[in-house]
């Protein structure tokens, strides 16, 4: 009788050990199954097409269409913005600034590929491959949270023939919110947009998201809040 309870009680001890090292052994693995099963949030238009929030943890939707409208140097964008930016442009260069979109509409492919560039030019820099990822991570959005995807938005450069970058950022700061354009990633909201300070990136949101973005010294993401 005895004998049997000692069995039965080592038996007992071997199954909880096995069971611990069963949960201990889950939890490691979770992680990766995490990033495997990722939930993604869709981003929503609810508020318009002109707000669709898109970042990190909101998904541009894999139906998502938009009707493209060509720059004159081959770089395309939503055609719907097309003349609010053509008059942001006409705006600038009246006050004798050369600038030019250097980067506007792109497909998931490119932005794999760019994303993949920066990755790659960072192994070739030394950094491990996880490294490497990370850190490229931080300067190129994972393909679906672009919003050069979007065709909303547009990097602008300066054409250095005529302006210093500085000169096109800092009238692009001033006045892009008079033509429906906000500076999409800024300097103090980086613990919000995760996105490291792009004052070349723009994005359309409308004339009044605009104004109230740009007067109350808000990102997308926080205006966005105001409207929910
Ligand atoms: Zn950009």
């Given at each position: 009788?005895?004998?049997?309870?000692?069995?039965?009680?080592?038996?007992?001890?071997?199954?909880?050990?096995?069971?611990?090292?069963?949960?201990?052994?889950?939890?490691?693995?979770?992680?990766?199954?995490?990033?495997?099963?990722?939930?993604?949030?869709?981003?929503?238009?609810?508020?318009?097409?002109?707000?669709?929030?898109?970042?990190?943890?909101?998904?541009?939707?894999?139906?998502?269409?938009?009707?493209?409208?060509?720059?004159?140097?081959?770089?395309?964008?939503?055609?719907?913005?097309?003349?609010?930016?053509?008059?942001?442009?006409?705006?600038?260069?009246?006050?004798?600034l050369?600038?030019?979109?250097?980067?506007g509409?792109?497909?998931?492919?490119?932005?794999?590929?760019?994303?993949?560039?920066?990755?790659?030019?960072?192994?070739?820099?030394?950094?491990?491959?996880?490294?490497a990822?990370?850190k490229?991570?931080?300067?190129?959005?994972?393909?679906?949270?672009?919003?050069?995807?979007?065709?909303?938005?547009?990097?602008?450069?300066a054409?250095?023939?005529?302006?210093?970058?500085?000169?096109?950022?800092?009238?692009?700061?001033?006045?892009?919110?008079?033509?429906?354009?906000?500076?999409?990633?800024?300097?103090n909201?980086?613990?919000?947009?995760?996105?490291?300070?792009?004052?070349?990136?723009?994005?359309?949101?409308?004339?009044?998201?605009?104004?109230?973005?740009?007067?109350?010294?808000?990102?997308?993401?926080?205006?966005?809040?105001?409207?929910?």
């Open positions: 009788m005895r004998v049997r309870r000692k069995k039965r009680t080592k038996r007992l001890i071997v199954l909880l050990s096995l069971l611990l090292l069963g949960i201990v052994g889950f939890r490691n693995i979770l992680p990766n199954l995490g990033d495997v099963f990722q939930y993604h949030h869709v981003a929503s238009g609810e508020y318009g097409w002109n707000l669709i929030l898109v970042n990190r943890d909101n998904y541009i939707p894999d139906d998502y269409t938009v009707e493209l409208t060509e720059l004159s140097n081959g770089q395309k964008v939503d055609s719907r913005i097309y003349p609010s930016l053509q008059e942001m442009f006409d705006a600038a260069r009246a006050e004798g050369g600038l030019f979109v250097a980067d509409y792109r497909t998931a492919e490119t932005q794999q590929q760019i994303l993949e560039g920066k990755i790659e030019a960072y192994k070739n820099e030394g950094y491990s491959s996880e490294e990822e990370k490229a991570k931080e300067w190129v959005a994972v393909p679906g949270t672009s919003e050069h995807q979007l065709g909303l938005a547009v990097d602008i450069n054409d250095k023939s005529q302006s210093t970058s500085e000169e096109v950022y800092e009238w692009l700061s001033k006045n892009a919110y008079k033509y429906g354009f906000i500076q999409r990633y800024p300097e909201k980086t613990d919000i947009t995760h996105t490291i300070y792009e004052p070349w990136h723009y994005r359309y949101v409308g004339n009044d998201a605009a104004f109230e973005i740009f007067s109350q010294n808000i990102c997308l993401e926080e205006y966005i809040e105001t409207l929910e």
